[in-house]
């Protein structure tokens, strides 16, 4: 979802609902979000995005580890970037449609 339209590998990036990033069995990441909510009106939400990138802890994994210490500076750059962009677009889609796409897209990369 977050990592779509990029050259990277994939094939182990799995979502763990409703906020955990895992690469195979370790956690890569995460998701936090906070409302305010008045009435059925939705005032505002705030996003956090953790993403494990040079260290992690022991139970975790991050991107250095998964390249072997192969990804060059601007592959990460790219990385990253797509990661934002494409987390982006799937919150606008929550904004522009529904919580509930925003779910299905979500719940397509558990595994």
């Not at 990592?3 to 956690?27: A, V």
């Not at 956090?48 to 991107?63: E, K, M, Q, T, Y």
């Not at 500076?73 to 934002?84: G, H, M, V």
């Amino acid at each position: 979802m977050v990592f779509k339209n990029t050259r990277h590998k994939t094939s182990l990036l799995r979502l763990k609902w409703p906020n955990d990033i895992y690469w195979g069995q370790k956690k890569l990441g995460g998701v936090l979000c906070e409302s305010k909510v008045q009435g059925s009106a939705v005032l505002g939400i705030v996003v956090g995005l953790g993403l494990n990138i040079l260290f992690s802890p022991d139970d975790a994994i991050c991107l250095k580890d998964i390249y072997k210490n192969t990804l060059k500076e601007e592959e990460l750059s790219s990385l990253k970037t797509a990661f934002i962009e494409n987390w982006s677009q799937l919150l606008m889609k929550y904004i522009q449609e529904s919580a509930e796409v925003v779910t299905q897209s979500w719940k397509q990369w558990e595994k």
